[in-house]
């Protein structure tokens, strides 16, 4: 009787959980229209699951394990009682299957209470998923005596069975009724958002590309950008209720650890607890600075001072992607940011700080300083640069980039133009011709200046004779080759880290070894945007040098705050990202930081001494080739 009435109340509660689900998905279905390949991704699911989910979620060998002793146990105990259920099937085999589910199950669960109760890191959210180990341990202890009651055949006096069963329904019922709204809404969403998720190339069915490229917007359309959570694709509100609030991305976020009004986790459940009139199940850490969430809806704006998100949150955002990285559930953080930034500035012109300022030097003189574009070269009188309009055929395209304005950025262009001409390379810049990649502008949400950029910029390459693009700039280099190809672009783009080591690597640079010790700074834009990680370091390597790393390095170097515009929108937190970054490098005891991008080395020759020094990648390799 104990099992029976297990197997039926469990279909009820199941029954009960698939209506609130399709009730709480009308706010996710209520946002604008998105192609998806349903099919593809259906056929995809598992592997998406069990593969790409599963390599984030083991960065935290013992999150893996008690999700799979848990996840794996719950749906399998789920099913088989579901089955045993129906009539003329055979009952003992079914419900020792159940009992040994639930066995996996309840290790388990008290695994996730171990870590709740007793380890308790600080970015886990409380409210309902603080009684999640509790209804777990609720439903696989009081269905495992009743699997094995059934089992074996009895035994257990059938009030006790029933008491357990009624324990069993109990967790079950708080579990499922969660999938519509509460702690296992994840879990459902989750799915959902892996099968219809906006940038499929991710996954590994499908190749498994960064796919970091923000998506053109229609610059004809009746609204540019996102105002409102419905003006959001439905795949991507999904996502937002696909949160299962763990808060790996605000363990690496540099504006959170710096204290800036963001928290990534915060920022994703404002937009979900937007859906629901603010009914918001969030209970973890806010914004830092005390940003609090004010009104909220479906058709309310997200952003303002009285709104779910305060306008420095949205600034303070670096759009390194090491939340992305981070999340489990594949959630596109930067994507949202960047869609909200398009509203306020393409249509509200509320752009803050410097960042106006900025933009408006952009459209007018084509670079962010409003300088002369002959400046971009002036520098370089002594080295007689080649220029593309008039050298005819050759192999590399030198992408100059905004360091060509900047002292600094000057003389690493000067060691990356002596090792070309050391190693005989066939080059050309556009001089005076170059505009700005755009990147800042796209970035702050100016997306029409973005394009106008890209356009004109392409039309120009088009009509040179050249093999490739070499950029020391990694924003540079994701821009024209992730993001400028949607425009027309078809021509190879390399970093010059890249482009060195093949130089180092076929005889044509011959380096003599170098002493001392050093960091490696992972650029974000070269790292996480482009996956380029080893290529330095194997750079680095050839030169002698021993190499230390920081604490956060590679996929998960922490950023020196200089990307997303967040210098110019002059949000203020307790700490400056970069001098955080700065301590890191310091703890290696090395005696130099390696960089590879511009912006890193401004920012870190920012931080006051005593510091290690900070040097470009082509300064240490000349050094070491001549």
């Known amino acids: 009787m104990a099992a029976a009435l297990a197997s039926f109340g469990l279909l009820i509660v199941l029954a009960c959980a698939a209506m609130l689900a399709l009730h709480a998905a009308r706010r996710w279905r209520a946002g604008a229209a998105a192609h998806v390949g349903l099919t593809a991704g259906l056929k995809a699911l598992p592997r998406r699951y069990l593969k790409d989910v599963h390599d984030v979620v083991a960065r935290k060998p013992f999150n893996a394990r008690f999700h799979a002793l848990t996840a794996g146990g719950f749906l399998a105990s789920l099913g088989l009682m579901c089955l045993a259920a129906l009539p003329g099937i055979g009952r003992a085999w079914l419900w020792g299957g159940v009992a040994v589910s639930l066995c996996a199950m309840t290790c388990g669960a008290a695994m996730v209470g171990w870590r709740r109760q007793v380890l308790r890191p600080g970015e886990l959210s409380g409210g309902g998923f603080a009684r999640l180990p509790i209804a777990l341990l609720a439903y696989s202890l009081g269905f495992l005596v009743v699997a094995l009651n059934a089992t074996f055949g009895g035994g257990v006096p059938e009030f006790v069975a029933l008491l357990f069963a009624g324990i069993g329904l109990v967790g079950a019922a708080d579990l499922l009724l969660g999938i519509g709204r509460g702690p296992l809404k994840h879990a459902l969403n989750g799915a959902l958002h892996l099968i219809v998720h906006p940038r499929p190339l991710r996954f590994s069915d499908q190749g498994g590309e960064r796919q970091s490229a923000l998506l053109p917007l229609d610059l004809e359309a009746e609204k540019l950008g996102a105002e409102v959570p419905r003006d959001f694709a439905w795949n991507r509100l999904l996502g937002f209720e696909a949160c299962v609030q763990c808060g790996r991305c605000e363990t690496l976020c540099p504006a959170y650890a710096a204290g800036l009004p963001l928290n990534p986790k915060a920022f994703i459940q404002d937009i979900a607890g937007a859906l629901s009139h603010g009914a918001s199940d969030y209970a973890g850490h806010g914004h830092p600075g005390g940003r609090a969430r004010g009104t909220s809806g479906p058709d309310r704006a997200l952003v303002g001072d009285g709104a779910a998100i305060h306008p420095d949150t949205l600034w303070a955002c670096t759009t390194c992607r090491a ?5 489990p559930m594949m959630i596109e953080h930067v994507d949202a940011v960047v869609d909200l930034r398009r509203f306020q500035t393409l249509e509200l012109g509320a752009a803050p700080g410097k960042a106006s300022d900025v933009l408006e030097a952009l459209r007018h003189a084509d670079n962010p300083g409003g300088l002369e574009a002959a400046r971009r070269i002036d520098w370089a009188s002594d080295l007689r640069l080649p220029l593309a309009a008039k ?31 050391l190693a005989e390379v066939d080059f050309a810049v556009l001089g005076a011709d170059e505009l700005d990649c755009g990147d800042l502008a796209r970035r702050l949400g100016d997306e029409a200046t973005f394009q106008g950029l890209a356009v004109r910029t392409i039309a120009q390459l088009a009509g040179l004779d050249f093999n490739r693009i070499v950029t020391m700039d990694p924003h540079a280099l994701h821009c024209l080759r992730n993001e400028y190809p949607a425009f027309g672009l078809d021509r190879p783009v390399l970093h010059h880290t890249a482009f060195l080591a093949d130089l180092v690597e076929c005889g044509r640079l011959v380096l003599k ?60 937190g307790e700490f400056r990202i970069a001098d955080q970054r700065m301590d890191q490098a310091r703890a290696t005891g090395a ?26 990648i082509a300064e240490l390799v000349l050094e070491a080739a001549t």
Request: aromatic share 6%.
């Open 323 to 327: 939340c992305v990285e981070a999340c």
């Open 391 to 421: 050298a005819g055929t050759f192999d590399v395209l030198l992408w100059l980039g905004d360091a060509a304005f900047d002292l600094r950025g000057q003389r690493s262009l000067r060691a990356l133009i002596r090792l070309l001409r």
């Open 513 to 572: 070894p170098l002493s001392g010790t050093v960091t490696y700074h992972d650029p974000c834009y070269l790292g996480r945007y482009n996956g380029e990680t080893e290529v330095p370091r194997r750079l680095l390597d050839a030169l002698g040098l021993e190499r230390r790393e920081m604490e956060h390095s590679g996929l998960f170097s922490r950023c020196c705050g200089g990307g997303g515009g967040a210098p110019v929108t002059d949000v203020e």
């Open 591 to 616: 005696d130099c930081v390696a960089v590879a991008c511009p912006n890193c080395t401004a920012m870190l020759e920012g931080v006051v001494e005593p510091r290690p020094d900070v040097r470009e």
